[in-house]
């Protein structure tokens, strides 16, 4: 009726960066390491033991217009323009250890990709010390940060939850001085919870995703973001045991300001909203059960952020699932008599 697991836990880095007026302002390079949208229908459903691989092709474009600015890799800008492009690459291994009933797993996403960033004008850049004028382009191909993740997982009837512990590790390619990074170049922990309603019979779907992150500082900007708060969706109808279609959307708020000696531009407090649509269509590659998953966001209700639209293309497929555990027979009932 539904594809067999959902990677949870995982966290990607990209570049759908948060929007700044002068004197109200957000996170650095605008974005937080959690991305938007990432998780949405069956995210609480965890697969049996076995290891298992998601591929995810992440675009997102988006506009900070009307003079605003944003601050990325020390360097300030305004009249920003982005066109991002990223791949996830996310092996999966979902042990047969229980904690409290739940299974554990683990995971580490390796992100990639192409921040296409243009600026109407650069107003400050550390590697040259005084204000740029003139229309600015950067476009870097490099690997982002590391996250590696923890989860359990429950069922209960047509309930599935889990808890997620996400840390992020630095890749060592960011930086300092450019627009373009997909590094954001900052320790980060994330903890997020999912639960999923799925009726096998009638088809219907109701996933819901809360999470906050904490930030540490970037060492090679001395900026500090803020405590981030995020929340995904998704309502979607099976239409067979193959196809579904629904609906999906994110909520996004910073809780508290950023800081540091590096901060120009203040405490750049973001906030978005999003409504889009889904589409998951499950095959068969020989025995192989392949998922696959197209995700369109929306955004509206935008603040300190850039406004703009997201799509995500989920490739999902086990490459080794356990031999579910034997039932133990009944033991005869032997009468003395």
């Known amino acids: 009726m539904h594809k067999y697991w959902q990677m949870l836990g995982i966290a ?18 605008a974005q937080g390491i959690y991305v938007l949208g990432n998780r949405g229908p069956l995210a609480g459903v965890t697969p049996p033991p ?39 690459a996310t092996p999966i291994w979902v042990t047969p250890v229980e904690i409290l009933g739940g299974n554990l797993g683990f995971s580490i996403t390796i992100p990639f990709g192409t921040p296409n960033i243009s600026a109407g004008a650069v107003l400050f850049s550390p ?68 639960i999923t309603y799925l009726d096998p019979i009638l088809g219907y779907e109701l996933s819901v995703v809360p999470g906050i992150t904490f930030n540490w500082i970037n060492p090679a900007t001395q900026y500090l973001t803020g405590t981030e708060f995020h929340l995904e969706w998704s309502a979607s109808k099976y239409l067979s045991k193959e196809l579904s279609v629904g609906l999906v959307g994110y909520y ?7 800081s540091g000696s590096g901060d120009r531009i203040g405490p750049f407090k973001g906030r978005v909203t999003s409504l889009g ?27 300190n952020r850039f406004a703009g639209t997201a799509t995500f293309l989920t ?23």
């Open 277 to 303: 649509a889904q589409i998951g269509y499950t095959f068969k590659l020989g025995e192989i059960p392949v998922s696959t998953n197209l995700r369109f966001f929306r955004e509206f209700d935008v603040r």
């Open 315 to 337: 490739i999902s497929a086990p490459l080794w699932v356990a031999p579910p555990k034997p039932v133990a027979e009944a033991k005869p009932i032997v009468s003395k008599f």
């Open 127 to 194: 590697r040259i010390d005084r204000i740029i004028a003139g229309r600015e382009r950067d476009a870097n191909f490099s690997v982002g940060d590391i996250y590696l993740a923890s989860f359990v997982g429950w069922h209960s009837g047509n309930l599935h939850w889990s808890t997620t512990l996400l840390g992020v590790v630095p890749s060592g390619s960011y930086e300092s001085g450019q627009l373009s990074n997909i590094s954001l170049n900052r320790p980060a922990i994330d903890f997020s919870g999912a």
């Open 12 to 29: 990607l880095t990209g570049v759908a960066a948060l929007q700044a007026t002068p004197g109200a302002q957000a996170a650095e390079s």
């Open 50 to 88: 076995g290891f298992y691989f998601e591929s995810e092709t992440y675009y997102y474009s988006g506009n900070l217009g009307g003079g605003r600015a944003f601050q990325t890799g020390g360097v300030v800008a305004a009249n920003v323009k982005i066109d991002f492009t990223a791949n996830f």
């Open 252 to 258: 996004y708020n910073q809780l508290t300001g950023d």
